[in-house]
């Protein structure tokens, strides 16, 4: 076999293209350390296994076949075509032994197409162009390597032909709070890739916390490898929002980087999907900003999100249209999953990994100064709205921790959550009066004060009152909201968690176990909430001693507690209880407040959300944000 286009010894090949482009994505192969679940998403393997010597080097034993129709190696066409100038792609094999590749399509609705083969004999490389075009709805290209004697993958990637649309000098902003060996390790990840390194402008580390990243045993090394691309600024703790301005503000000032990637601290990273955000970004027709899906981090198959958007009437961010969600790599591949196989657009992308091009900011601004939440959904529909689309590209992402393993809508983050919804609101909403907030507000207000959660309420009137404040206070409040929620949390019992000494309850599990239960229909649900007001209204017995029961997480249901004075509740991490006391007079007051300011924002909402979009250069400026960080 010869590394020209011309192969007489490769059947298939396709002539006439270059044999130098641009590589878009890496084929890569599954580590080590990883267990048979993870290697579904580099390798699809049945009774046979690929014998991996390293990332790009493996051999597919005599007789055997291997498919590459998985996450991290199959090529997302149909994004390809839909956002980017390329007309075709080249898939691009260095191979020794003998065998065959066959390469393959899917259409939308997940049909495979075999799309064609090319017989290996010999050592060298196969170079096949493939046309983007039959992909205007979804699908995706793969290869299947079947050997006859045995064949080696030497190296694999897929390339194009012409340059790209613009330049891409990579800077990576990652906003860090107390998490000093999980950034070093996304810092030395990032530095030890060559393909990643050689695009590398700057690293931008915000370190916002006490424990600091400059301490961690590792961070020398790192920043040798990095030099003086690293820029690290050590600051306040002014959340996501302010650790993300940090860093685009010093990417902004101090680098010549054409694009900004803002990268969580609490991540584990497939350093080539960096690369993957950065080159889709040079190739689209106009700048977009392109996101990372989310994998679960303690289930390392399931991809747990695709992307989001923004239901514009209720206000609050969902799973886009048609997206997969929780989905395992290890149950179903992706040839058998027709749902991965449509596109999905979004609205926005998660700061968890997002790519910027320069420009956004230059043009939008920074982030708003939200402290946490809504930040990154924000400023998606803020970019959008300026031109700038976001697109969530598969086989580009990172391992994060699953908000379902988080307690965020009930703990110190339900004020944020609250009061950052009603800003974007103000700021994005279509609806004069508000849409369906006040109405939702008020509907989950009713469900955690059942649920005994007097603290996230609590948290809840507090950010309706801060709201109808105005703008004025958003910023000035920045360095000091965490304290003074937490503060008001802390006056309430049921957002202490308990992790020794939990009393045993007076009844056993097998009580929960049929309260469990939901209730399904209206006249079911009707039932269950007439019951609910009954208990409300009646005497508590007194605090203190046992728990009437112990409920797991997954069970701490409004059918399930309001019907009990006393309960521990697990946490969602499952690393202690909580426990709560039903308090009608503390319910009551929490209910009519909530009710009356709910009320008062949708009254006022068209001049509230006048005064936000007054405010909104003000709120988003460089000048603004160089004050709040002391400079």
Request: aromatic share 8%; net charge negative; proline share 5%.
């Amino acid at each position: 076999m010869t590394t020209t286009t011309a192969r007489p010894d490769v059947a298939g090949a396709t002539d006439g293209a270059d044999a130098a482009g641009t590589l878009l994505q890496r084929v890569l192969l599954p580590r080590p350390e990883d267990p048979a679940k993870v290697r579904t998403l580099y390798v699809e393997e049945t009774t046979d296994r690929l014998h991996v010597a390293d990332r790009a080097r493996g051999s597919v034993p005599a007789g055997a076949e291997i498919s590459f129709a998985t996450y991290f190696n199959a090529f997302p066409a149909a994004y390809w075509r839909r956002w980017t100038t390329l007309p075709s792609v080249l898939l691009r094999l260095e191979l020794r032994g003998t065998g065959r590749v066959d390469v393959h399509r899917s259409k939308a609705d997940g049909t495979v197409v075999h799309d064609r083969s090319a017989t290996v004999t010999g050592d060298g490389t196969v170079e096949l162009e493939l046309d983007l075009m039959p992909f205007v709805d979804g699908g995706w290209y793969w290869f299947d390597l079947v050997a006859d004697d045995s064949l080696e993958l030497v190296e694999a990637g897929w390339y194009a032909a012409r340059a790209p649309e613009r330049e891409g000098r990579l800077a990576v902003g990652i906003c860090t709070f107390n998490r000093p060996a999980d950034c070093v390790a996304a810092m030395s990840t990032i530095a030890s890739d060559p393909v990643v390194s050689g695009e590398l402008a700057a690293v931008v580390v915000a370190d916002q916390g006490n424990r600091k990243v400059r301490d961690d045993a590792g961070f020398a090394a790192t920043a040798d490898a990095l030099g003086n691309r690293l820029h690290l600024v050590e600051q306040g703790n002014l959340g996501g929002s302010g650790g993300f301005a940090r860093a685009m503000y010093e990417t902004l000032e101090n680098t010549d980087a054409t694009h900004l990637l803002f990268l969580d601290d609490d991540v584990q990273l497939e350093a080539d999907s960096l690369h993957r955000a950065l080159t889709f970004s040079r190739y689209t027709t106009e700048p977009v900003l392109v996101g990372g899906q989310m994998l679960h981090l303690q289930n390392r198959s399931v991809l747990h999100t695709m992307g989001e958007v923004v239901d514009r009437h209720a206000f609050l961010y969902r799973p886009a249209a048609y997206a997969e969600m929780q989905h395992d790599f290890a149950e179903d591949s992706l040839r058998e999953t027709a749902e991965l196989h449509r596109r999905v657009d979004v609205d926005y992308n998660a700061w968890w990994m997002c790519l910027i091009p320069r420009e956004v900011p230059e043009k939008i601004g920074l982030p708003l100064p939200l402290f946490i939440k809504w930040d990154d959904a924000e400023y998606g529909l803020r970019a959008k709205s300026a031109g700038y689309r976001t697109v969530t590209l598969p086989g580009a992402a990172i391992w994060h921790l699953a908000w379902t393993d988080k307690d965020d809508v009930s703990d110190w983050q339900a004020y944020f959550f609250a009061r950052n919804r009603l800003i974007a609101a103000a700021l994005h909403s279509p609806h004069r009066d508000g849409g369906g907030i006040p109405g939702s507000a008020m509907k989950a207000d009713l469900k955690h004060l059942l649920k005994l959660e007097y603290s996230a309420v609590a948290l809840h009137v507090k950010a309706y009152e801060d709201f109808l404040a105005g703008p004025s206070a958003v910023f000035a409040s920045l360095p000091t909201a965490l304290a003074d929620v937490r503060a008001l949390q802390q006056q309430y019992p049921d957002s202490r968690v308990v992790t020794a000494d939990v009393p045993d309850p007076e009844m056993d599990a097998v009580v929960v176990e049929g309260m469990a239960q939901p209730p399904v229909g209206k006249v079911a649900i009707a039932k269950a909430l007439l019951r609910a007001a009954r208990q409300a209204v009646r005497p508590a017995r007194p605090a203190g001693g046992r728990p009437q029961l112990q409920v797991p997480a997954q069970d701490a249901q409004w059918f399930v507690l309001s019907q009990l004075d006393s309960v521990t509740v697990g946490t969602a991490d499952g690393r202690g209880v909580t426990f709560r006391h039903r308090d009608p007079a503390t319910a009551k007051r929490l209910a009519k407040r909530s009710v009356e300011l709910n009320r008062e924002i949708r009254r006022r909402f068209p001049e509230l959300s006048e005064q936000y979009r007054a405010a909104w250069d003000e709120l988003t400026s460089k000048e603004a944000w160089r004050a709040a960080f002391g400079e």
